[in-house]
Structures are given as C-alpha cells and as structure tokens.
C-alpha cells in the first residue's frame, strides 16, 4: 500500500497534497503508514468480530455440527510493518497465521498429507471401536449385519456398530463400499473469505485525515 492516492470529485487530496506528502521526511511518512496500519488492522479485528468480508457479506460458517466464529485467532498478531518509508505491509507475525490467512482470502484448496494428520493428531487406534460418524457412514453405505437367527441381514444400530467394529475395520469396509482407493494426499476446499482490505475510497478518505494530522505532528 503507496503513500500515494489518486484525486477524485469525492475525495479531494489534490496534486500538491500528494506531492506534499511525499515530500515529507522519512520519520513523518513511517508515522502516517503506522497510524494507517493500526486503522486497518481495527478494521480487519472488527469484521472478524461480526463475522464479515469486506464486502459486508457473511463470511462462510464452518463445516460440521460446531459452527462457531471463522478465523478468530486471526484477530490477534496481527501486525503493520511499514517498508523504506514508503510501504505499507500488514500482515501476522506467525508466518503459518499469514499462510492460512492467504488462503482464506483467495479460497485457495489447502493440501493435506497422512503424515501432516498423523503429526497433528496422532496416529489413530485402529484397534479402537469405530466412531459415530464411521458407524454412520456404515449406514449410508448400506452396511448389514447377519441376523440373529441366522435369516437374512438386516442394517445395524449405530451403537451395534460402535461396539463390534474397530477404527480400522470401518475404515476399510467404508473405503470398499465406496469405491475409494487409498490415499496418502488430499485437497481440502477452502471458503473464500475476505477479511483484509479495506474499499479504496475509505483508504483515501482516512489518509487525508492521517496526513492533515502528520503536518501539525512535531
């Protein structure tokens, strides 16, 4: 983001102001970038607080039964870094913060490897009784069970599932049911949510307000 603004019949910052503030010493310049940043960043805290793109549009709830706030730990670390005196970079301290910040912005898919959910989560018991949602998937997959009386098959009670089937087990039969080869490597979908940036027109009009202070700043 340049200290430089483009005139319009709305927001007047004419030539001579925009020279003006180019003119001005580095120390000056640093402070009107700063003080533009932490602007920015309040706006960027207070979109993710009411759950809004720069659009005002909603952002894109989380997939699953818990459907709380998206990128609230991108509220904080949040930081403007001004460059040469004449840039503006806002952006989060935590390197792997701004990565996921990146790809929420444009939408971008996000790869994902065994060894990645392995590293996160452990290496799973696949000796362990399946969970709820691999018994539910069972279900949907048309998964049946040998009646008792030795007649038929019927489809099993989620918690018939949970309590004769292993983690591994599932697994292996949902993969099978399904058609779905194994894999190591897989993209996860990622929502498009714009949270930082603010309309061209604002900028302007708040950069005006931060240079008329600046000229009167010691």
Same mark, same amino acid.
């Given at each position: ?18 020279? =003006? ?80 910040? &990146?790809? $929420? $912005? ?60 292993? $983690?591994?087990? =599932? ?6 049911l399904s058609n779905q080869p194994s894999v190591t490597a897989w993209?996860?979908?990622? &929502? ?11 900028v302007t009009r708040r950069l005006i307000t ?9």
């Open positions: 983001m340049k200290p430089t603004v483009s005139a319009n019949k709305r927001d007047v910052l004419n030539m001579q102001e925009k020279l =003006a503030m180019l003119a001005l010493p580095p120390k000056k310049r640093i402070w009107i970038l700063k003080t533009l940043g932490r602007w920015e960043k309040a706006n960027t805290r207070k979109r993710i607080q009411q759950q809004k793109d720069i659009h005002g549009k909603a952002l894109a709830p989380q997939k699953g039964k818990k459907r709380g706030k998206v990128m609230r730990r991108m509220a904080k670390g949040l930081t403007p870094y001004v460059r040469n005196a004449n840039r503006l970079d806002l952006t989060w301290n935590n390197k792997l913060t701004a990565k996921i910040a &990146a790809r $929420h $912005h444009v939408g971008q898919k996000q790869k994902m490897t065994a060894r990645q959910m392995q590293k996160r989560w452990g290496t799973p018991d696949y000796s362990a009784s399946c969970s709820k949602g691999q018994a539910r998937k069972l279900r949907e997959l048309g998964y049946t069970v040998s009646r008792k009386s030795g007649k038929g098959r019927k489809k099993p009670s989620l918690r018939l599932l949970m309590d004769t089937v292993t $983690h591994g087990q =599932a697994g292996k039969i949902i993969r099978e993209d996860i979908p990622l &929502a498009q949510r714009q949270i930082l940036g603010s309309k061209e027109r604002e931060i240079f008329e202070q600046a000229k009167t700043r010691k």
